[in-house]
Nanobody, 115 residues
Framework: QVQVVESGGGLVQAGGSLRLSCAAS????????MGWYRQAPGKQRELVAA???????NIADAVKGRFTIFRDNAKNTVYLQMNSLKPEDTAVYYC?????????WGQGTQVTVSS
């Protein structure tokens, strides 16, 4: 059974940093594409950053230069390093695992950035 669990959210002041972690169970992590999405109140869920099994990354324009995604296959974990946070980054952040026909979502972790 493949599951993903996020951690690391919290309350931070504008300009601060947070690192989100997403740990996956099972044996397919290293073969999977991983992504971070976020959903703010009243808005649709949007892609923040993604990383392929080979390490190629895709970063949304809204966070480019501030957020970094990276993975540690030995730990079955993907990270989202968030720097220079802005109030508009406030959202629930979700981790996504995608491997062929298999897709899993985490329960989400709240990130709140105060001005």
């Amino acid at each position: 059974q493949v599951q993903v669990v996020e951690s690391g959210g919290g309350l931070v002041q504008a300009g601060g940093s947070l690192r989100l972690s997403c740990a996956a169970s099972g044996t397919i992590f290293s073969f999977s594409s991983m992504g971070w999405y976020r959903q703010a109140p009243g808005k649709q869920r949007e892609l923040v950053a993604a990383i392929s099994s080979g390490g190629s990354t895709n970063i949304a324009d809204a966070v480019k230069g501030r957020f970094t995604i990276f993975r540690d296959n030995a730990k079955n974990t993907v990270y989202l390093q968030m720097n220079s946070l802005k109030p508009e980054d406030t959202a629930v952040y979700y981790c996504n695992l995608n491997w062929g026909h298999l897709e899993r979502w985490g329960q989400g972790t709240q990130v709140t950035v105060s001005s």
